[in-house]
């Protein structure tokens, strides 16, 4: 069974950062596509980005250069560092593949 678990949320001010944590198990990681969304309050799911299983990366244009997806296949765990956080950037922050999703993890950009 799939199983991912999104950690690494919490506040920080703006122009601040976050590395966020997809655990995972139940699946081959090193040979899996992810995807990077996040949710903020009362609007619609918004991708992030991907990071296939060549290490290929794309990013939505409102992040791209701010964020960073890594994938370690050693420890099946994926990341998002995230720098120069913005109040838009608040939301919460899902790790996806094979059509599956955790339970999110919160991101609040406050001073």
């Known amino acids: 069974e799939v199983h991912l678990v999104e950690s690494g949320g919490g506040l920080v001010q703006p122009g601040g950062s976050l590395r966020l944590s997809c655990t995972t198990s139940?699946?081959?990681?090193?040979?899996?596509?992810f995807t990077w969304a996040r949710q903020a309050p009362g609007k619609g799911l918004e991708w992030v980005g991907n990071?296939?299983?060549?290490?290929?990366?794309s990013y939505d244009a409102s992040v791209k250069g701010r964020f960073t997806i890594i994938r370690d296949n050693a420890k099946n765990i994926l990341y998002l560092q995230m720098n120069d956080l913005k109040p838009e950037d608040a939301a919460v922050y899902y790790c996806?593949?094979?059509?599956?999703r955790g339970q999110g993890t919160q991101v609040t950009v406050s001073a």
């Open positions: 139940g699946f081959t990681f090193s040979k899996s596509v």
């Open positions: 990071i296939d299983s060549d290490g290929r990366i």
């Open positions: 996806s593949t094979l059509g599956v």
